[in-house]
T-cell receptor
């Protein structure tokens, strides 16, 4: 069983479109995260949710809106996609905020905006 | 959090030990050292962490110097599947729910046959 799963694995879309990426974890963790890894391979945190509540919100354009319907799911919706949004997006989870440094990552979603 | 310095890249022969250094000369007494790795096209993977004492698990060993200014991650018998970027991260246990992983550039380890 996959611990942290993401769908889709690949996403190719045009500028201006709206798209969503889904993440699910079956580890029973309370905290989930979204990261962006750009073309230079820098990996940066975007958001963190604990028990469906937003606890970390980095400087991210408000076109990005995370949604956590329950503590096992954290989805990322992106409005009005831009070329610079092309990246690999990783979802992760941890037991709780106190275990933020022991995270389990998903396989990533490669987003290409044309 | 303390800054870390790692070599950009390293090579290792398959079956030999891979020793990956990390310099964290400004580390404070309550800061932990964490190691992650990212195999190509996969999500990062937690490896090990420590505070003062050396640590070992099924994946690796972590050796922290007595002054805690540097550490070494040891993969005792490197395999081709250990080829990855290895990240050394230090953190302080602040609590409060605002802690976050901050990834640097890491060390690209290539294990050669």
């Amino acid at each position: 069983d996959t611990a942290v799963s993401q769908t889709p694995k690949y996403l190719v879309t045009q500028m201006g479109n709206d798209k969503s990426i889904k993440c699910e974890q079956n580890l029973g963790h309370d905290t989930m995260y979204w990261y962006k890894q750009d073309s230079k391979k820098f990996l940066k945190i975007m958001f963190s949710y604990n028990n469906k509540e937003l606890i970390i919100n980095e400087t991210v354009p408000n076109r990005f809106s995370p949604k956590s319907p329950d503590k096992a799911h954290l989805n990322l919706h992106i409005n009005s996609l831009e070329l610079g949004d092309s990246a690999v997006y990783f979802c992760a989870s941890s037991q709780g905020p106190w275990k933020a440094f022991e995270q389990y990552f998903g396989p990533g979603t490669r987003l290409t905006v044309t | 959090d303390a800054k870390t310095t790692q070599p950009t890249s390293m090579d290792c022969a398959e079956g030999r030990a891979a020793n990956l250094p990390c310099n964290h000369s400004t580390i404070s007494g309550n800061e932990y050292v964490y190691w992650y790795r990212q195999i190509h096209s996969q999500g990062p993977q937690y490896i090990i962490h420590g505070l003062k004492n050396n640590e070992t698990n099924e994946m690796a060993s972590l050796i922290i110097t007595e002054d805690r200014k540097s550490s070494t991650l040891i993969l005792p018998h490197a395999t081709l599947r250990d080829t990855a970027v290895y990240y050394c991260i230090v953190r302080v246990a602040k609590g409060g729910g605002s802690e976050k992983l901050v990834f640097g550039k890491g060390t690209k380890l290539t294990v050669n046959p």
